[in-house]
């Protein structure tokens, strides 16, 4: 109980974000729990992280990308949200915005990097 207690609001965030449909983001966070009671998820958030955005990205029914060349390139931290919330590759992203994979690693090395130093400064693990 504690364990839903802690990251349940968290993680029902997560499958809101990425499903848009509040009943979707509910049934995907009760999936979890009950995988985790069954032990066949670990109770450690990075488990429970990967578990909801991998159940939701499923229930999404994730499709590649249509390729959209923005007006200008977008930001590192764009292309890492984009990654985690809509499960895009690398691939993805370069076809997405006109921009060389090597590139598009560069940049989600650095927006990872940008969100590292942004949880040490609010002291978030």
């Known amino acids: 109980m504690r364990l839903y207690d802690e990251h349940a609001p968290r993680l029902y965030a997560v499958a809101l974000h990425i499903l848009g449909q509040p009943d979707a983001a509910a049934s995907v966070l009760e999936s979890v729990f009950v995988d985790v ?5 670990a109770g450690d958030i990075g488990s429970l992280i990967r578990a909801i955005r991998d159940l939701a990205l499923a229930k999404k029914g994730r499709t590649a ?9 977008p930001g590192p931290r764009v292309l890492v949200e984009r990654a985690f919330y809509e499960g895009m590759t690398v691939s993805d992203l370069a076809m997405r915005y006109d921009l060389r994979e090597e590139l598009v690693r560069t940049m989600l090395r650095e927006g990872m990097a940008e969100l590292r130093r942004e949880f040490a400064e609010s002291g978030t693990k």
């Open 37 to 41: 009671a069954n032990g066949a998820v």
């Open 65 to 73: 990308p249509a390729p959209v060349v923005p007006s200008e390139a």
